[in-house]
Structure formats: C-alpha cells, structure tokens
C-alpha cells in the first residue's frame, strides 16, 4: 500500500516522526507553495534559506534510495497549497494513506486536522518528537499552578535529562549564573566573524527564483551565507562553541554598533528548521564546560535558552492557542510605523536594528525585545501588527516561538501569563548596554523636549497612561511611586512630548534623512 509522507519546510530531519516506518514503494512529498511563502512577509533570505534546504533536504532522502515528489515554487500546475499538493500528489503517486508530522504553527494543524475529511482518506498525523518536552508533558507540568514560569520548568529539565548536574545538586551550586552574564560592551569588543557558507548551484538558483517571486518581500537577498544542509549548520555549531561560547554569557545582552552577530550561536533558524537538534546543542555546550574550554555561565546560561525557554514558549503556545494570537490586555491599536520596514529614522537605536534586520534576517535576543520590541510596547502598537512584523523578519521565526515571545514577553499582551511584569524600559537601559547613543541625533540624558531621547518620555508616559491596570503589579512598585512623586506639569510634558512623536513618527524620518 504506498503511502504519501509529506515533509514540511521546517521538518528538515531524517529523524521527524512521518519517516519513521518509511517503506520500499512509499513516496514522500516536498512542496514549495505560495501560501507558505506568502502568509507573511518573510525576508527574503528566509524563502532562500526554507527552499533551499529543502532542496538540499530532498537531494539527501534521495540520495539513500527514497523516493521524492518535490514540487518547486516555479513548477507548472503548483496549486499554491500543501493542501492542493498533497491532493494532487496522491492521485499522481496512486497513495491510500497520508502520513504527516503535526505542523509547528496552529495555522497550519488547523487545516490538516480537516485533510482526512476532504482528501477522503486516512491521514495519520504524528506527534513532533523533535522537542523535548510534549504537549502532554507539558500541560501535566502545568495543570495546578497559578502562574508558570519558565525557571521551575528549566530546573525540571535539566533533572529529568541529567544536564549540568552533579548528582541531584546543579553544577557548580548555582541553577542561573546570571549575575555573571549580561555586563554592558566594553569598548574595543570584536567578536570573531560569522561562519560563512558560500551559496552553491542549488542555492543560486533559489536566490534567483526568489528574487524574482518574491522582489517586494522585506529584506535584502544580497550575501546569502546561512547553512542549507545538516552538515554546514552542524560546521556552524561547532564553530560557535569554540570561538563564541567562552563569551556567550558575558555580552549575552550587550549591543554594539555596527556589530549584528555580536557572540550569539546563530542557529535559531537550524533548530527550528530541524538542521539541528536541540540535544546535540546542549550535549556540545556541556561538553565545551568538562573540558574547561567554556565558562560555566556561559554554558549554563546557552543551555537555558534551548532547553528552558524553547521548550517553555511552545508549551505555552500550545496550551493557549488560538486564543493566544487575539490577546491584546493594554488595549494597543496604533499602527506599526513605517520604520520598522524602511529603517528611516532618527532613532539611531531603532535604525540600527531595523538595518541589522533587514541586512541579515537576523537581529539578538536583546535588540528585539529592549529596542524593537520595547519601542512597540511604549508606543502601544496593536500587538496583531508587531506579531506580523516580528514572524515575517526573522529566519528563525515561526508562530510557535514567536507569538510568546512578542505578545507575552514583549507586548504584556496576555496580561502577565508568561512574564510577571512589561519589559518596558527607558533610554537609559540602551544606553547601559549599547553604543547606539553616541551616534544618536537625540539625547538620552534629556528627558523632554525636541531633542531628548524620545524613549524616556515614552517611557513614562506608557506607564501613566496604564496605570489602571498595571500599578498594581508588585514589581512595578519602584516606578510607580517615582511616578507618583512627578508634578503633573511633568506628567503632561511627558504625554504631549509622546503625543508629538508618535503622531509624526515621519518627524524622524525626516531628520534621519537630513
Ligand atoms: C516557512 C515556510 C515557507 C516560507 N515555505 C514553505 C513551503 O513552501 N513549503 C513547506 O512545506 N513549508 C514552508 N515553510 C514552513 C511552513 O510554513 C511551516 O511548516 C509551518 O509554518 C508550520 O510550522
Ligand atoms: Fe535610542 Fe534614545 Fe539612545 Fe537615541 S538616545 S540611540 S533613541 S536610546
């Protein structure tokens, strides 16, 4: 009986659950389509990056004797949809049975769960075991507690896997090593550079293909050089362990003109593509910390962002979609302004992220949640808008651990579920841990006025203007009564200063042009 095993985008592994039990005379399915390209406005070298590893993916089954149906974006007949190339694929391979990993985003599960009924046979789809937490696990894990965060559920892990542990006691005393991490740039900094993967024949051809499908998409196509097959994302983990991890925590959140990669891993996209899995990360970051070659906060700290916060924000979005994506607890509904596309703005902060981002597909931890996402969340952008922007920018991005990230972590729009307090900050936290404002048109010590850091009265002004619903939250006691303590001259100076730029947001267009 040939069954149909169809392999999406971000399935890039030989071992994802559809292949599991793959047999002689099976066929499996790869297809580039329109609706996936065009959901968002994925940057382009994101489309070049998904289409050319599946390429290279597809080249590889092959390559072990299996057979492929792969339709590519530009294939005469292509329907646009998995669901129009799933139906046209199973009369052309005469398959009576589909076989799919569950897809990573609700959008797409949504539409699968309906294949069965409409393609008019059995589709069985299997749980992604690419993760080392399930779903069950996870709402077990959860069932019960009042609030969930992600430190407790980082702690279980790391126990249940037996990672960084010395016996039932963390290595080293300590669970976090935080307080050792995230120290401001020191001048001079130079991180080594990227690991480059030149493009090949196959790549080429997808730059071309997207270049001319995808012109008006976000983002430059030009110097594509991420990995598109297991072996260079494996070349780049290597590389990062040896030459960034020892570094890693230290400038974890520091932000550096001109500096995107800054000593960050990178391999986001890989993870999340399938190139790589989290395990071998964690395993070779451990490794790195025995053999003495990487410091134990820096290890500790790499280990938490896959094996903590990953697994975490994907429970979440699990457990609370779909209603999650519709959230929106402050109420933001202004619009996104243009500069998150064009970069035209006299907030050098802003500006170099925005570049850095469209350059790269690519901006850190730190410049998406303290300059990109804290610029939203002062402004009260609609949460809808900013989601979009931030799961079409970034190769790395999929609703599964963007929605969290921005809505929850960044935009407080769920209200506090995932993070107990708005990350909201002034000019003063960028100026702690960047060198943007030395090369800024504004000033970051002036507080109001034409030529003060448009931050700082942002800031004050967001929290005035939810004071209702956030002064009750404990640890946001400090500014509240800082707030309480400003003369309502002061106050109005902040809202009006707010009111000026956000209204004219082209006001700093202009002047970044001048
Ligand atoms: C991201 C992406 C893109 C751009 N294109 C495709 C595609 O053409 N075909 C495909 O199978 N998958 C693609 N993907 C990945 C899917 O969007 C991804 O599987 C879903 O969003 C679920 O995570
Ligand atoms: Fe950003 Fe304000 Fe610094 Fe300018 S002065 S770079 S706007 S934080």
């Not at 009924?117 to 069985?124: A, F, H, K, S």
């Not at 920018?393 to 929605?403: C, G, Q, R």
């Not at 970051?444 to 009750?472: I, M, Q």
Request: proline residues 5%.
């Amino acid at each position: 009986m040939p069954v149909l095993r169809l392999i999406l985008g971000d399935q890039l592994t030989r071992d994802v659950s559809s292949l599991g039990d793959i047999a002689p005379g099976d066929t499996v399915l790869m297809a580039e389509v329109r609706d996936e390209a065009g959901y968002a406005n994925h940057h382009k070298k994101k489309l070049v990056f998904v289409f050319s590893a599946m390429r290279h993916f597809a080249e590889s089954l092959r390559a072990e004797g299996i057979s492929v149906d792969y339709i590519r974006i530009t294939d005469d007949g292509n329907s646009g949809s998995l669901e129009g190339e799933v139906k046209r694929a199973i009369s052309r391979n005469n398959a009576d049975r589909v076989v799919v990993t569950e897809a990573g985003e609700w959008r797409l599960t949504n539409i699968m769960d309906g294949w069965q009924e409409r393609l008019g046979l059995p589709v069985d789809i299997r749980a992604d075991t690419r993760f080392l937490t399930s779903h069950e696990d996870f709402a077990a894990w959860a069932e019960g507690r009042k609030s969930l965060r992600m430190e407790f559920f980082y702690r279980e892990a790391r126990r249940r896997y037996g990672i960084l542990m010395e016996g039932k006691d963390p290595a080293g005393g300590q669970w976090n090593y935080d307080q050792e991490n995230r120290q401001p740039p020191k001048q001079g900094l130079t991180p080594p550079d990227p690991h480059r993967c030149e493009p090949d024949a196959i790549t080429r051809e997808v730059i071309n293909d997207v270049s001319t499908l995808f012109g008006d998409h976000f983002g430059s196509i030009d110097d594509f050089h991420f990995a598109v097959t297991r072996d260079d994302a494996l070349a780049v983990l290597d590389r990062f362990i040896h030459e960034r991890l020892p570094n890693f925590g230290t400038w974890q959140d520091a932000m550096v003109q001109d500096q995107p990669w800054m000593y960050h891993a990178h391999i986001g996209l890989y993870l999340n593509a399938g190139l790589l899995q989290p395990m071998e990360a964690i395993s070779k970051a451990e490794a790195a910390w025995r053999d003495g070659t990487a410091p134990l906060n820096a290890v500790e700290g790499f280990i938490r962002q896959i094996m903590g916060w990953r697994e975490f924000v994907r429970g979440i979005y699990w457990m609370k979609m779909p209603e999650y994506a519709a959230l929106n607890h402050l109420e933001a509904t202004r619009p996104l302004p243009d500069f998150y596309w064009t970069g035209n703005t006299a907030m050098n902060c802003i500006s170099q992220c925005v570049r850095e981002t469209s350059d790269n597909a690519y901006a850190h931890h730190i410049q998406r949640l303290m300059v990109l996402g804290n610029f939203a969340l002062l402004a009260g952008i609609n949460p809808a808008e900013v989601n979009a922007w931030f799961l079409g920018v970034y190769a790395d991005a999929y609703e599964w651990v963007e929605l969290p990230n921005v809505s929850g972590m960044t935009l407080f729009a769920d209200g506090g579920y995932l993070a107990s307090k708005p990350y909201a900050a002034s000019g003063a936290y960028i100026n702690r841990m960047s060198n943007y404002c030395r090369s800024c048109r504004y000033k970051v010590s002036l507080k109001n006025g034409p030529d003060a850091c448009p931050f700082n009265y942002l800031y004050w002004d967001f929290l005035d203007r939810n004071s209702e619903t956030l002064s009750g939250n404990p640890r946001l006691g400090m500014p509240y009564r800082n707030l309480a303590r400003m003369t309502p001259e002061k106050r109005q100076a902040n809202q009006s200063d707010s009111q000026k730029l956000l209204n004219d947001p082209d006001g700093a267009t202009t002047l970044a042009a001048e």
